[in-house]
């Protein structure tokens, strides 16, 4: 079997088991809006990805293929349509949470979405925008480098000191409620 062939076979082949679950991923994904349809994306990437099958090299992990080309294509959806300077995505607050590794049993996920929006916006000007560009609004460094003259190594400094400093900002959050309890 020719490559093309092989590749549009397993392209095929998980559309038609997944396309259910994709749908679901990106109605998560982009639920805050109606002028937005989860079936218009989902196709929009497999249009792309079969017109492309034959370029590509043997498609071994189809499933982080397609999920990762649908993830991109969204970020390139909420980029056209959404430029925001003010952290009001919960969902988004969530994965930083998690991605702090804050998740903590005595926080709801309400109350850590309230002490994430409070800690960042107590940051400094540049260490809360580096956040809200890369981490809510989906930037690269590379494109944020472009738009505002700043380095990528000072770019990706800020960003790692700005997580420092929400990791401890957190932590005396956290702290002070169990000193509460």
Known sequence: MDLESENSRKLKDFFGREYESLKRYVSTKISDTANRDAEDIIQDVALKLFSGADRYAPINNVAGFVYRSIKNKIIDVMRTTKKTNSVDTDKDLLELAEALHQSNDSYTSDQMIAVLKTCIQQ???????????????????????????????????????AVGILYKKIELEINKKNRKS
Do not use: Q, W
């Open 123 to 161: 940051l400094k000007p540049a260490y809360k925008d580096i956040i809200i560009a890369v981490d809510f609004e989906g930037y690269t460094y590379r494109e944020i480098s472009r738009e505002t003259g700043i380095s990528i190594g000072t770019l990706m400094s800020r960003r790692h000191r």
